[in-house]
């Protein structure tokens, strides 16, 4: 099983970074994971101060991503009752809108989302690849670190 994931997870990475543990990838550059050019790598951290695969998966406006995007999951099967004068965006829409509309997210951040990763809306930036590559190996690399402290 180990060998396994392994395999797994250097798949995820470029050659140079084959063979390295969850915990070393997790303190790679960016531009480790397979796909992600070092351009594209240096616009991310000149946007968001991202300089490893650990700054990609601990970002905070990604979270926020994720949360509104599972909670929209769970509210598209429900009817959204409105008030009568106001307004109450469901998640569902917040979701499929402008990742500009996350709280903190600068427009210099939307455009580098947008031109980079080409991520429009909230639920791409939640779906993309990337940020779910470094989340699982920086999962993986935490759980070693909490096994080996036992």
Excluded at 44 to 52: D, Q
Excluded at 118 to 123: A, F, G, P, Q
């Amino acid at each position: 099983p180990q060998a396994r994931r392994a395999l797994e997870i250097h798949g995820a990475v470029v050659k140079a970074y084959d063979g390295m543990e969850p915990a070393q990838l997790a303190d790679a550059p960016t531009e480790a994971l397979k796909g992600l050019s070092p351009a594209t790598a240096s616009r991310l951290e000149a946007a968001f101060g991202m300089t490893s695969i650990r700054d990609m998966a601990d970002n905070r406006l990604v979270e926020q991503a994720n949360g509104i995007v599972t909670l929209a999951n769970e509210e598209s099967g429900e009817s959204v009752e409105q008030n009568p004068g106001t307004y109450h965006e469901s998640l569902v829409e917040l979701a499929d809108g402008p990742v500009s509309r996350l709280k903190g997210i600068t427009p210099r951040q939307a455009r580098a989302l947008r031109e980079t990763l080409h991520t429009r809306t909230i639920r791409e930036l939640a779906d993309n690849r990337f940020f779910k590559l470094a989340r699982a190996i920086v999962a993986l690399a935490d759980m070693e670190a909490n096994q080996d402290s036992k």
